[in-house]
């Protein structure tokens, strides 16, 4: 019933003004923002460390997996020591030998469609929350050269996901570390948002050739990159296609992954946390599209 619900919401969002979307995301900020306040404030409680390591364990992060993270800290509550203290979490929960990353798209949608902006790879800020940017500055922090999708890993396996990302024409193709995390066998870990925010949905689209839908722009763009020795390139990408974003609707392949059992769920704090390995998603996507099922339409 909540699944129906969800999918029902994601539809009407998407027919809804950009301003009226912005105005509701907006007003739900204010009202975690407020929730979180009022608990630490005056309930005195809020997330440690221990907790968010615990809830990463029972969930299903072991030693030595690659991890690419998507988050939301304010829905998980208030964490005492924000960002730092989840990243230390996972550096626990993964130990040594495992990776963490994040994507770390740099620009808002109006940049990326311009086409010649300026991605420096050392300097362009992630808007993709403070986890993300956390991750990003860490000084052992590596991250790809991608115009449009970059994403940044520490960790023993950081250099292998990052490198030649810049070399795909598309944001998912084969040198990503969207793509590579399926080839490591690596998970997906949703903190307190939903599977809409798991941009591994689309490496399905640039694993197959002609793919059904057009979820790209007829023509490249061209982007100045900058990378960390400061040299200047020119690196052009195929842009996601605006009508095609309007039909997307990956909530209704939730219920899908559930029976698939290829998903797992838990709560940390009051947000939900799901976690999904990268290889079993592509190949349920896969046998999805042959089944004439994507998340578009």
């Given amino acids: 019933m909540r699944n129906n619900l969800d999918i029902l919401i994601k539809k009407i969002k998407n027919k ?143 250099d292998f996901l990052i490198k030649n990302h810049h070399y795909d024409k598309t944001p998912f193709g084969p040198n990503s570390p969207y793509r590579k995390l399926v080839d490591l066998n690596g998970k997906i870990l949703l903190l307190g948002v939903g599977i809409e925010y798991m941009s591994s949905l689309h490496t399905i689209e640039d694993f197959i050739d002609n793919f059904s839908i057009k979820v790209y722009r007829d023509q490249p763009l061209e982007f100045r990159v900058i990378d960390d020795n400061d040299n200047d390139y020119l690196i052009s990408s195929y842009i996601h296609c605006s009508n095609a974003a309007k039909t997307r609707n990956s909530l209704k392949l939730l219920p899908i992954f559930e029976k698939e059992n290829i998903i797992r769920k838990s709560k ?20 999805l599209y042959k089944s004439g099922i994507t998340m578009y339409g």
């Fill in 268 to 287: 940390i704090g009051f947000g939900s946390v799901k976690l999904i390995n990268a290889s079993e998603l592509h190949t349920t996507m896969l046998k």
């Fill in 16 to 158: 809804t003004p950009i301003s009226l979307r912005k105005n509701i995301k907006n007003l739900f900020k204010v009202y975690r923002k407020n929730r979180n306040i009022f608990y630490k404030k005056y309930l005195k409680r809020y997330l440690s460390k221990e907790d968010i390591y615990f809830g990463l364990k029972n969930i299903g992060i072991d030693e030595g997996d690659a991890v690419m993270v998507h988050s939301s800290i304010s829905r998980l509550g208030i964490v005492d020591g924000g960002a730092d203290t989840i990243l230390e979490a996972l550096f626990e929960a993964v130990g040594p030998y495992g990776t963490i990353g994040a994507p770390t798209f740099w620009g808002l949608k109006k940049d990326y469609l311009a086409g010649l902006t300026l991605y420096d790879v050392k300097r362009s800020k992630s808007y993709l929350g403070a986890l993300t940017e956390t991750i990003r500055t860490h000084p052992q922090s590596k991250r790809s050269l991608h115009p449009t999708h970059s994403a940044a890993f520490i960790g023993p396996k950081a």
